[in-house]
């Protein structure tokens, strides 16, 4: 059986500490494709390939059993806040 979304979650949260996480499972519940969007202090001063790296190791059990992994978004707080902030700008 594959990974679960909640095992990708706990792996994510023990070795990242974010500040944000989505996890979802794009395989219709076998546990074989997921989409993630993580926010983590920890990618500060890190570019975008090193984050991706830094959340592939921190899997590389669950990887193993991991069809597709879709890395969304690995943002630092201050990219994630100032990206909320542009969304709730009113456009004219």
Same mark, same amino acid.
Request: proline content about 3%; charged content about 30%; some cysteine.
């Given at each position: @059986?594959?990974?679960? %979304?909640?095992?990708? *979650?706990? /792996? !994510?949260?023990?070795? !990242?500490?974010? /500040?944000?996480?989505? =996890?979802?499972?794009? #395989?219709?519940?076998?546990? +074989?494709?997921?989409?993630?969007?993580? =926010?983590? %202090? $920890?990618?500060?001063?890190?570019?975008?390939?090193?984050?991706?790296? @830094? =959340?592939? /190791? +921190?899997?590389?059990?669950?990887? &193993? *059993?991991?069809? +597709? !992994? #879709?890395? &969304? &978004? +690995? !943002?630092?707080? *201050? $990219?994630?806040? $100032?990206?909320?902030? *542009? &969304? #709730? $700008?009113?456009?004219?």
């Amino acid at each position: @059986m594959g990974v679960t %979304k909640e095992e990708v *979650e706990s /792996t !994510l949260t023990s070795r !990242l500490s974010p /500040t944000h996480l989505e =996890v979802i499972d794009t #395989s219709g519940g076998c546990g +074989a494709s997921f989409a993630i969007e993580i =926010v983590s %202090k $920890q990618f500060e001063g890190k570019r975008l390939l090193e984050r991706h790296r @830094m =959340v592939n /190791t +921190a899997l590389e059990k669950e990887i &193993k *059993e991991i069809h +597709a !992994l #879709s890395i &969304k &978004k +690995a !943002l630092t707080p *201050e $990219q994630w806040k $100032q990206q909320d902030s *542009e &969304k #709730s $700008q009113p456009t004219s």
